[in-house]
């Protein structure tokens, strides 16, 4: 019912940026707690950054001022903007979502982007 569909993933050069969106579509009702991820070659899946239906956003110290998670609720969007992009943030890039599909039904589900392949060369 719902999913979830990422972009602007790519190649950038050490010190540049680059914005990943990711907007869900489907069966919604509201989307609370919105999020990226990402996992490296031979590592384990690390948060990013979140944010809150109330805009509260958090993240991880490896990229704090660096890069801002944004969203756009009248277009069901999570965003990524990543400046100073360093070798280290390469990885494939996941959203997430917490979803509720119905305004009756009170069932919550998290959801996962399908990734995208962000690569930052030296």
């Known amino acids: 019912q719902v999913q979830l569909v990422e972009s602007g993933g790519g190649l950038v050069q050490a010190g540049g940026s680059l914005r990943l969106s990711c907007a869900a579509s489907?069966?919604?009702?509201?989307?609370?707690?919105m999020g990226w991820y990402r996992q490296a070659p031979g590592k384990q899946r690390e948060l990013v950054a979140t944010?809150?239906?109330?805009?509260?956003?958090t993240y991880a110290d490896s990229v704090k001022g660096r890069f801002t998670i944004s969203r756009d609720n009248a277009k069901n969007t999570v965003y990524l903007q990543m400046h100073s992009a360093k070798p280290e943030d390469t990885a494939v890039y996941y959203c997430?979502?917490?979803?509720?599909?119905?305004?009756?039904?009170?069932?919550?589900?998290?959801?996962w982007g399908q990734g995208t392949q962000v690569t930052v060369s030296s």
């Open positions: 997430n979502a917490d979803i509720k599909s119905s305004s009756i039904w009170e069932q919550r589900n998290h959801y």
């Open positions: 489907g069966r919604i009702f509201s989307i609370y707690g």
């Open positions: 944010i809150s239906d109330d805009d509260t956003a």
